[in-house]
T-cell receptor, first 112, second 118 residues
Framework: GENVEQHPSTLSVQEGDSAVIKCTYSDSASNYFPWYKQELGKRPQLIIDIRSNVGEKKDQRIAVTLNKTAKHFSLHITETQPEDSAVYFCAASALPGGKLIFGQGTELSVKP | NAGVTQTPKFRVLKTGQSMTLLCAQDMNHEYMYWYRQDPGMGLRLIHYSVGEGTTAKGEVPDGYNVSRLKKQNFLLGLESAAPSQTSVYFC?????????????????FGEGSRLTVL
């Protein structure tokens, strides 16, 4: 079955710096790659996603890139702010809305 | 519109006891999921359902059973609880259809249920 590896497990940056989180997946049938943000004590919420027919997608300060040949995708956050502090999860699925296999999570800390 | 609701939110069990977690969604979603979240291990899929009357195993199904008798409800059962099942459990739902002309693909999560097995 699908296996998703996520790195790093923790990431600390200064406010205003950029943060990058990387994921690799194993199943060639995966075509949908979302990223979820989970604040302390809250439920995970979708922040951005990318589909296999697209190499890059941007939404304000966050962007995702996908290299389907190498089976890896990344989340980029620019101009980080303290409210970006949270746990971020990458995931992979064969289709949007289908079962998601998640990475282990990255705890991002943005220091003022 | 409540979204995804889980009950109970907290529960303490003794080893060997049984219990059921209830998930209810009011978005008419076809797909429903149960995940468990443990520190450093992310969200792991326990069981899922692609429609009323169907269930399937996820990554970590052992020790759990599920049922989807109604489209809006997905039950997760522990027949004989073990300390290794101490975790936070999240239910989620999704659709593979089109919402307002666009398939969002988003999984909508409940608030979570914290289970402790002593």
């Amino acid at each position: 079955g699908e296996n998703v590896e996520q790195h790093p497990s923790t990431l600390s940056v200064q406010e205003g710096d950029s943060a990058v989180i990387k994921c690799t997946y194993s199943d060639s049938a995966s075509n949908y790659f979302p990223w979820y943000k989970q604040e302390l004590g809250k439920r995970p919420q979708l922040i951005i996603d990318i589909r296999s027919n697209v190499g890059e997608k941007k939404d304000q300060r966050i962007a995702v890139t996908l290299n389907k040949t190498a089976k890896h995708f990344s989340l980029h956050i620019t101009e980080t702010q303290p409210e970006d502090s949270a746990v971020y999860f990458c995931a992979a699925s064969a289709l949007p809305g289908g079962k998601l296999i998640f990475g282990q999570g990255t705890e991002l800390s943005v220091k003022p | 519109n409540a979204g995804v609701t889980q009950t109970p939110k907290f529960r303490v069990l003794k080893t060997g006891q049984s219990m059921t977690l209830l998930c209810a969604q009011d978005m008419n979603h076809e797909y429903m999921y149960w995940y468990r979240q443990d520190p450093g291990m992310g969200l792991r899929l326990i069981h899922y359902s692609v429609g009323e009357g169907t269930t399937a195993k996820g990554e970590v199904p052992d020790g759990y059973n599920v049922s989807r008798l109604k489209k809006q409800n997905f039950l997760l059962g522990l027949e004989s609880a073990a300390p290794s099942q101490t975790s936070v459990y999240f239910c989620a739902s999704s659709t593979i259809g089109f919402l307002g002309g666009r398939n969002t693909g988003e999984l909508f999560f409940g608030e979570g249920s914290r289970l402790t097995v002593l």
